[in-house]
Every structure is written in structure tokens, then in C-alpha cells.
């Protein structure tokens, strides 16, 4: 999208200015906007749209679907996007290399899906070869931008997990054990995000005048829900999508779905008790996640007025339903007015996302997608924001000495349930491999 272009060059050149955000130092209101964190963001936003619609793009190859090519050439546009936020770090020319070594990857990745689908063994090999040395190559790349902070062999390691998550999912989808892949698919979300922290921390320490620690305790809360709301959206497509093919695997993306859905029941109860948790799943679940499905079911059936009562209920009833539920339980941090407004926004995007794709516009479905993902992190940088604003002492991150640090996390006191969750989020994040993966290069 034309608007995508233009943000991603302007917000590489924003996170360069000085000053634009203050670590949270214990004796300081902690902040989820601060440089480092923007940077962050802006790193988990485009990584982990690159793994969903990679996933989603190798299912659609193999499966045979029609949107197979659409959904390619969103995979390269993310690539693209990519460019400009390294170039605003490393230079144009750090920016280049970067976008040739990852569309490279993208094509390999595309060709594995086929040669599995098409039962080519010497094509499956080639891919496989192709893919090794992306990691090689970008491995390289991440060491020499780091001036040595990452070693190369440890970039390698974390690139080459990345890269397992992607297959093994594929590989488990394609043998039809689908409960496995759609593990295997959460398993690879959580860390492609550890990528954006780790990543972030990095150049943080190799530009401390510039960006401020990524890695405290609120940026990692940022972090968690933006996953947690971004990859509602990416299953929510899937979800649907099978639903209207009719495919095999429809229950076991609708399975994924309800454990991302306990996620945030599990966040909403650990702030404001069990009560609020069990009627936020009320909410999400019966005025949410059900009429998605009816939303599959009524284009599938080719039923337009069922489509376009679905739809409204979406993005009024819903958005009405949550953005209330929300502004109350911030006490107005979220104002009620803008959080319906973000929340349906949300919603029209996931309409018009599925509902482009059943009328065969694959073209603006994609573009729909990728507008639909980024406001999610529209969501979660208010909710964030407004939780750590009504919780600031959950969210204290003690001064660094002197550099930030590249690590996963901030410290935090762990002296009540919300910061336990902060942590074992954390936890889950590092087990997944995430505490090595780093960045680019100078141009």
C-alpha cells in the first residue's frame, strides 16, 4: 500500500532523532513510547508480519488456492517495507543488502511449499540449500552491523530456529497433523517477537545517544500484547478462510484461535481479577469469534444479506461491546469514543480482508491484510500505554549505568500477579530462542 511506503521511511527517519524518549528510570513514570521501544515495534511489526504471511503463503501454494500468488507478493512487499527502517540505521546501501538477502529467502520459501506439494525431491533439496544460506548470508550481515556484538555463529543459530518454526509448521500442515502445526505455527510467533527485542537491544547499545533501552519492563508488555493482538488477526484470516474452503484443517486453526484467546483472558484477569477475564471471553467469544464464523459460513454460502448483517455486527455491536469494556476498566485511559473507533477499524479490516478474498479480489485482500495487521499495533500501543499508566509500579525498570542493554528484558519487581505474567511472558519468549537474535549492518 502506498501509505505503508510512505510511513516506513519516515518512521526509519523519526527513530533516528535524539530525545524523542526517555528510558523509565524507577524514580520516573515508565513509558511504552520511548525510542527504544518505537524501534521495537517497529522491528516485531514487520518481522512478525513476514512469518505470518510467509506460513499463510506456503498453506495457500500448497493447498492450490487461488490467493497463492496474491499472498506471495504481499510476502515481498513486507520485504520491502523492511528496507527502509535498516536504512535508516545502516545507510542505503546497509538498507539494500538487507532487502536482497531477504528476498532471496522469501523466494526459497515459496519454492520449498511447491516442490512439496508437487513431490519434487531435487527441487525440495535446492529450496532447502537456498534457505541455509539465507541464514548464512543474513547471519553475516547481523555480526558486521553489530560491529561484533553478535557473534556470527550465534545469528546463525537463531536465524536457523526461525527457519525450522516456518518448515516444521509447513511440514506438519502438508502430513495433515494439523493440531501439531498450528503449535508449531504459536511456538514460531512468540519467537519471531524475542527477534524485535533482541534485535532493538542491539542497536540500542550500538546507538545509545539515539535510542533508549527497548528492552524494559513496559516495552516488554508492549510487546506481549502487541503479539497477542496481532496474531488474533493473522487467525482470524486463516481461521476464516478455511472455513469458507471447507478445509480439513478449519477446527484446528479455530483451536488456535481459542488458546490466543486465553492469552488475553489470562492478561485481562491477572489485572482485574477473574471476574473481568470470564466476561471479557463472554464479549470476545460470543459477539466476536462466533460471528466471525458466521461470517465464513453466510459467503460460503453466497447468503449477501447474512454477510452484511455479520459484518455490522462486527464492526458495531462488537466494537461498542469491547472498546465500553475496555474504556472501563482502564477507568477512561482508553477513552470510549477512540477505542470504538480503533476496534472497528480493526473489524472492518478483518471484513474486508475475508470478504475480498471470497469475492476472488486476492490483489486487495492482501492490501487489506497488511493494513488490518498494523492496526493492531495501533491497539496494542493504547492498551499498553493506558495499563501501564493505571500500573505504574508494576512497570518500574531500574537506570542502566551506561548502555542499554541487549538482552530479552528489563528487570521488574515481581511482587504481584500482573508482573508474574510479565515475566512467565518473558520466559516463554526466551525459551522459544529469542535471546540471540540481533541486527544489520554499516553501510
Given at each position: 500500500m502506498k501509505w505503508r511506503k510512505i510511513l516506513?521511511?519516515?518512521?526509519?527517519?523519526?527513530?533516528?532523532?535524539?530525545?524523542?524518549?526517555?528510558?523509565?528510570f524507577a524514580d520516573e513514570m515508565p513509558k511504552t513510547d520511548t525510542t527504544g521501544v518505537e524501534l521495537r515495534t517497529a522491528l516485531d511489526s514487520l518481522l512478525s508480519e513476514h512469518y505470518v504471511l510467509a506460513v499463510d503463503s506456503m498453506m495457500k501454494i500448497y493447498d492450490g488456492d487461488p490467493a497463492a500468488e496474491a499472498a506471495s507478493a504481499a510476502l515481498e512487499?513486507?520485504?520491502?517495507?523492511?528496507?527502509?527502517?535498516?536504512?535508516?540505521?545502516?545507510?542505503?546501501?546497509?538498507?539494500?543488502?538487507?532487502g536482497d538477502i531477504f528476498n532471496k529467502h522469501n523466494?526459497?520459501?515459496d519454492d520449498y511449499a511447491m516442490a512439496v506439494k508437487d513431490g519434487n525431491k531435487d527441487m525440495e533439496q535446492q529450496s532447502l540449500d537456498q534457505i541455509q544460506a539465507f541464514t548464512e548470508d543474513m547471519a553475516a550481515f547481523l555480526a558486521t552491523a553489530t560491529e561484533g556484538k553478535l557473534p556470527e555463529q550465534a545469528a546463525q543459530a537463531a536465524l536457523r530456529e526461525h527457519e525450522d518454526f516456518v518448515q516444521d509448521t509447513f511440514d506438519l500442515y502438508a502430513a495433515g497433523e494439523y493440531e501439531a502445526a498450528y503449535t508449531s505455527y504459536l511456538a514460531g510467533s512468540k519467537q519471531i517477537f524475542g527477534a524485535g527485542s533482541a534485535i532493538s537491544g542491539a542497536i540500542a547499545a550500538q546507538f545509545p545517544d539515539k535510542f533508549t533501552d527497548p528492552n524494559t519492563a513496559a516495552g516488554d508488555f508492549r510487546s506481549t500484547v502487541n503479539r497477542i493482538a496481532a496474531e488474533h488477526f493473522a487467525l482470524a484470516q486463516l481461521s476464516m478462510a478455511k472455513g469458507f474452503n471447507g478445509a480439513e484443517d478449519f477446527d484446528f486453526a479455530d483451536w488456535a484461535q481459542d488458546q490466543n484467546t486465553e492469552e488475553f483472558r489470562a492478561a485481562i484477569a491477572s489485572l482485574y481479577g477473574e471476574e473481568a477475564g470470564t466476561q471479557f471471553v463472554q464479549i470476545w467469544d460470543n459477539e466476536h469469534i462466533s460471528?466471525?464464523?458466521?461470517?465464513?459460513?453466510?459467503?460460503?454460502?453466497?447468503?449477501?444479506?447474512?454477510v452484511d448483517q455479520a459484518t455490522t455486527a462486527l464492526t458495531g455491536d462488537f466494537a461498542e461491546s469491547l472498546g465500553t469494556f475496555l474504556s472501563t476498566a482502564t477507568e477512561n485511559r482508553m477513552p470510549k469514543d477512540g477505542t470504538v473507533a480503533g476496534i472497528t477499524a480493526h473489524e472492518q479490516s478483518v471484513a474486508d480482508t475475508f470478504n475480498q478474498y471470497a469475492a476472488g479480489d486476492y490483489d486487495a485482500s492482501y492490501e487489506s491484510y497488511r493494513a488490518g495487521y498494523a492496526i493492531m499495533f495501533d491497539i496494542g500501543k493504547g492498551l499498553s500505554a493506558a495499563v501501564v499508566d493505571q500500573f505504574p509500579d508494576n512497570f518500574q525498570t531500574a537506570a542502566p549505568e551506561k548502555m542499554p542493554k541487549t538482552g530479552f528484558g528489563g528487570t521488574a519487581e515481581e511482587s504481584n500477579t500482573m508482573m508474574l505474567w510479565v515475566v512467565l511472558s518473558s520466559l516463554i519468549l526466551a525459551i522459544a530462542g529469542t535471546v540471540t537474535y540481533r541486527q544489520s549492518k554499516q553501510s
Amino acid at each position: 500500500m502506498k501509505w505503508r511506503k510512505i510511513l516506513a521511511p519516515v518512521l526509519g527517519a523519526a527513530l533516528l532523532i535524539p530525545g524523542m524518549g526517555t528510558t523509565a528510570f524507577a524514580d520516573e513514570m515508565p513509558k511504552t513510547d520511548t525510542t527504544g521501544v518505537e524501534l521495537r515495534t517497529a522491528l516485531d511489526s514487520l518481522l512478525s508480519e513476514h512469518y505470518v504471511l510467509a506460513v499463510d503463503s506456503m498453506m495457500k501454494i500448497y493447498d492450490g488456492d487461488p490467493a497463492a500468488e496474491a499472498a506471495s507478493a504481499a510476502l515481498e512487499a513486507n520485504a520491502k517495507d523492511m528496507e527502509p527502517v535498516i536504512a535508516s540505521v545502516y545507510g542505503e546501501e546497509g538498507g539494500a543488502a538487507f532487502g536482497d538477502i531477504f528476498n532471496k529467502h522469501n523466494l526459497g520459501t515459496d519454492d520449498y511449499a511447491m516442490a512439496v506439494k508437487d513431490g519434487n525431491k531435487d527441487m525440495e533439496q535446492q529450496s532447502l540449500d537456498q534457505i541455509q544460506a539465507f541464514t548464512e548470508d543474513m547471519a553475516a550481515f547481523l555480526a558486521t552491523a553489530t560491529e561484533g556484538k553478535l557473534p556470527e555463529q550465534a545469528a546463525q543459530a537463531a536465524l536457523r530456529e526461525h527457519e525450522d518454526f516456518v518448515q516444521d509448521t509447513f511440514d506438519l500442515y502438508a502430513a495433515g497433523e494439523y493440531e501439531a502445526a498450528y503449535t508449531s505455527y504459536l511456538a514460531g510467533s512468540k519467537q519471531i517477537f524475542g527477534a524485535g527485542s533482541a534485535i532493538s537491544g542491539a542497536i540500542a547499545a550500538q546507538f545509545p545517544d539515539k535510542f533508549t533501552d527497548p528492552n524494559t519492563a513496559a516495552g516488554d508488555f508492549r510487546s506481549t500484547v502487541n503479539r497477542i493482538a496481532a496474531e488474533h488477526f493473522a487467525l482470524a484470516q486463516l481461521s476464516m478462510a478455511k472455513g469458507f474452503n471447507g478445509a480439513e484443517d478449519f477446527d484446528f486453526a479455530d483451536w488456535a484461535q481459542d488458546q490466543n484467546t486465553e492469552e488475553f483472558r489470562a492478561a485481562i484477569a491477572s489485572l482485574y481479577g477473574e471476574e473481568a477475564g470470564t466476561q471479557f471471553v463472554q464479549i470476545w467469544d460470543n459477539e466476536h469469534i462466533s460471528i466471525q464464523s458466521e461470517l465464513a459460513a453466510a459467503a460460503a454460502s453466497k447468503d449477501q444479506s447474512a454477510v452484511d448483517q455479520a459484518t455490522t455486527a462486527l464492526t458495531g455491536d462488537f466494537a461498542e461491546s469491547l472498546g465500553t469494556f475496555l474504556s472501563t476498566a482502564t477507568e477512561n485511559r482508553m477513552p470510549k469514543d477512540g477505542t470504538v473507533a480503533g476496534i472497528t477499524a480493526h473489524e472492518q479490516s478483518v471484513a474486508d480482508t475475508f470478504n475480498q478474498y471470497a469475492a476472488g479480489d486476492y490483489d486487495a485482500s492482501y492490501e487489506s491484510y497488511r493494513a488490518g495487521y498494523a492496526i493492531m499495533f495501533d491497539i496494542g500501543k493504547g492498551l499498553s500505554a493506558a495499563v501501564v499508566d493505571q500500573f505504574p509500579d508494576n512497570f518500574q525498570t531500574a537506570a542502566p549505568e551506561k548502555m542499554p542493554k541487549t538482552g530479552f528484558g528489563g528487570t521488574a519487581e515481581e511482587s504481584n500477579t500482573m508482573m508474574l505474567w510479565v515475566v512467565l511472558s518473558s520466559l516463554i519468549l526466551a525459551i522459544a530462542g529469542t535471546v540471540t537474535y540481533r541486527q544489520s549492518k554499516q553501510s
